[in-house]
């Protein structure tokens, strides 16, 4: 995977230490980075060129507030930059608001997850108690129409048969009508995609729009295709005017860059994204969520703002390795995290901060009055471990009752606080196996910078 973008630039920023503000000579090297880490996310290039312009407009003279250094301070007119293109307008629900059956067309490719996004689109409608049918139009696949019946079954909507030797275009109203006789609020027409843009294709979902005059044409596109989607959106958007976008496989490893070019190039909003196989699979699209994915850095943001100076980043940095290279995490790591926590403001006001995919999506198991006593006892617990053995302290198995009593004595606390030190120090560690190979410490690295 490529590095972070705030990785990236925080190796920039080392040479320009002191400086205010950005300003024409240090932004370009910075946008360069920016320009590399959006290509990695498969941005297109003329999307990428046209994004830049604007981020360094807005950046140019941007005063460089508190401890933040002018590459931070980017990240973060780059990431609100981002969020903005794609989110402008708000979180983009279903547009209704017509004489039902509301008529909602989808288009796109084949595989890129029209049928499924159908059924989603079926269910998630369901829950807003609407009645719903389907309807597809892709006679060439009977496979297809197949398809859309099973997973039209699977959210609890109603399906419309279609025969392949029909015209999808007879087909459609036929299910219009159907659905009008049966006071039916939406039917969701799914289309044949082909592989590749196809003038056959093109022309035959135009004849479908120009028939259904549909409230929505749904523009379904796979977040995987990276550079391509560029090209593909660009001939949907001249056949159709699309009313929106649903990006899918976004629980894919891909950054997410597509959504970016796009939305620039339809100029419709993103209103869904696919985040799974299944039938509940379906999001409200996160525009700020997703800029932080293109970037490649989490919700990084308000973590940079609490960051202070004074991180220990070789310290840092060979707890990273360590922790990648799977040698464990043991009391020494502890002691210097613990450390370099006091550093950074302390230990509950950053966990609360860090990104739910690194702490496995919830709040870790640590509770707010663990964490208000780790950080009033931060000195004790320093006590308690300098007064092991190094041996002790790379092997904490070794801590049987008699090591304890020794420790506790030598630190001048009692028994029970060593017990509470290893408990600490044993979800510490299974945090940091949750984090490997990308997690806190490459963080802290990053944003000491
Ligand atoms: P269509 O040809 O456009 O109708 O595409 P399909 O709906 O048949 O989807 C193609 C493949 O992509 C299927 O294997 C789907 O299960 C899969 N798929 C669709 N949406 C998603 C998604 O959001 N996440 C994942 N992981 N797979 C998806």
């Given amino acids: 995977m490529a590095s972070a973008l705030s990785e990236r630039l925080s190796r920039l920023v080392k040479t320009m230490r002191g400086q205010a503000r950005i300003t024409e000579d240090n932004v370009q090297d910075m946008l360069r980075e920016v320009r590399m880490a959006l290509l990695e996310a498969d941005v297109a290039l003329p999307v990428v060129r046209d994004f830049i312009a604007r981020v360094k407009e807005k950046a140019l003279g941007q005063e460089v507030v508190g401890s933040l250094s ?3 301070a980017l990240v973060g007119v780059v990431h609100k930059e981002l969020a903005a293109t794609m989110g402008a307008g708000g979180v983009a629900e279903l547009n209704l608001a017509t004489q039902p059956p509301a008529v909602i067309l989808m288009a796109g490719l084949q595989g890129a997850g029209k049928t499924t996004t ?16 389907t309807v597809s139009g892709d006679v060439y696949r009977p496979a297809a129409i197949e398809q859309l019946k099973t997973v039209t079954q699977q959210a609890g909507a109603e399906w419309f048969p279609s025969q392949a030797s029909d015209q999808p275009v007879d087909i459609a109203l036929a299910a219009v009508d159907y659905a009008k006789k049966h006071y039916f609020d939406v ?8 592989l590749a ?13 120009a028939a259904l005059n549909p409230i929505e044409t749904l523009f379904v596109v796979d977040a995987m ?12 958007k001249e056949a159709l005017p699309l009313t929106g976008i649903v990006l899918t496989k976004l629980d894919g490893d891909s950054r997410g860059g597509a959504a970016l070019s796009v939305r620039q190039v339809t100029g419709a909003p993103i209103k869904f994204a696919g985040v799974s196989e299944k039938i509940d699979g379906l999001e409200l699209f996160d525009a700020e969520r997703h800029a932080g994915r293109v970037l490649g850095m989490g919700d990084i943001l308000a973590l940079v703002e609490q960051v202070q100076q004074g991180v220990d980043l070789q310290a840092a940095q060979k707890l990273a390795d360590k922790v990648k290279s799977g040698s464990g995490f ?7 995290q613990i450390s370099q926590m006091k550093n950074m403001g302390g230990l509950s006001g950053l966990i609360d901060k860090l990104p739910a995919q690194m702490t496995g999506g919830k709040t870790p198991q ?6 208000d006593r780790a950080e009033r006892d931060v000195r004790r617990m320093e006590g308690i471990i300098r007064s092991m053995t190094p041996l002790e302290r790379r092997k904490p198995e070794l801590l049987k009752a008699s090591r304890k009593r020794r ?11 060593v017990n509470r030190l290893l408990n600490q120090f044993e979800q510490m560690q299974g945090m940091m196996k949750k984090m490997k190979g990308g997690g806190m410490m490459k963080m802290m690295k990053r944003m000491g910078g």
Avoid: C, Y
Wanted: charged residues 25%.
């Fill in 70 to 72: 002018p590459g931070q």
């Fill in 118 to 133: 159908t059924a989603k689109l079926a269910r998630h409608l369901i829950g807003r108690k609407k009645k719903v049918l």
């Fill in 187 to 194: 039917l969701l027409v799914d289309t044949a995609g082909r």
């Fill in 197 to 209: 843009i196809d003038e056959a294709m093109m022309a035959e979902i135009r004849a479908l729009h």
């Fill in 225 to 236: 295709q990276g550079q391509d989607a560029i090209n593909v959106a660009k001939a949907f």
């Fill in 330 to 336: 043991d009391l020494e790591d502890f002691l210097s």
């Fill in 366 to 371: 640590l509770g707010a009055a663990d964490m």
């Fill in 407 to 417: 420790i506790a004595a030598g630190a001048g606390v009692q028994v029970q606080e």
